[in-house]
């Protein structure tokens, strides 16, 4: 497994790394939404699925921001590929 546009190889994930990312998650983050974008940067970064990383990590992180009441987390198409560059980095 690879993210493009980097050189960094992501450990193989398996369920139990899985389910540990999200219990960390659970207790390292103060704020909803600092666990949300923790949850979005570990499921991108950890690529766990084969496809659509980015995708379902935005809407993981949609999902509990808006259980707290907070709103969504969006990325105006004009600063997409800043973001994206960003979080290659």
Known sequence: ????GTDW?????TMES???EI???????????????????????GQWFNDGN???ALM???HALINAGIGV???SPSLKR???????H
């Open 82 to 88: 800043e973001f994206t560059t960003r979080l290659l």
């Open 54 to 56: 980015k995708r379902t």
């Open 1 to 4: 497994m690879r993210i493009g």
């Open 18 to 20: 899985s389910y540990d």
């Open 60 to 62: 993981t992180a949609n």
């Open 73 to 75: 987390f969006s990325i």
């Open 23 to 45: 219990a960390s998650l659970r207790m390292g983050a103060e704020s909803s939404e600092d666990r949300a974008l923790l949850m979005f940067c570990r499921i991108t970064r």
């Open 9 to 13: 190889i992501p450990d193989f994930p």
